[in-house]
Nanobody, 129 residues
């Protein structure tokens, strides 16, 4: 099993920054952390979960158009941690942010939620104007 725990959310004003972290734990995560796709997703009440940033097992990276140039995804395999650096935040960035890990090894970065089997509980980001 894989457990994911996000942190770093909070409330900021428009133009501010936040850095999210997602720490992985579990019996096999140490061995497989660098071989599986991971991603950050955002969800607001009543809306579908949307992909924000993703990193493939090959190192490929994708960003949603709405966050390109403002958000940066990275991971530290040694620390079993996925990061999301968020700058120039806008009110429309508000939402619950989840990290996720794919169930199967390999693959390029993906925003398809069906590719991911393990999800954290989320961390809330609120951006006020």
């Amino acid at each position: 099993q894989v457990q994911l725990m996000e942190s770093g959310g909070g409330s900021v004003q428009s133009g501010g920054s936040l850095n999210l972290s997602c720490v992985a734990s579990g019996s096999v995560v140490t061995y497989y952390f660098d071989t599986h796709r991971m991603g950050w997703f955002r969800q607001n009440p009543g809306l579908e979960r949307e992909g924000i940033a993703a990193i493939g097992s090959d190192g490929s990276i994708s960003y949603a158009d709405s966050v390109k140039g403002r958000f940066t995804i990275s991971k530290d395999n040694a620390k079993l941690t996925l990061y999301l650096e968020m700058n120039s935040l806008k009110p429309e960035d508000t939402g619950m942010y989840f990290c996720a890990r794919a169930s199967l090894a390999g693959g390029v970065s993906s925003f398809a939620t069906s590719d991911y089997s393990y999800w954290g509980r989320g961390t809330q980001v609120t951006v006020s104007s």
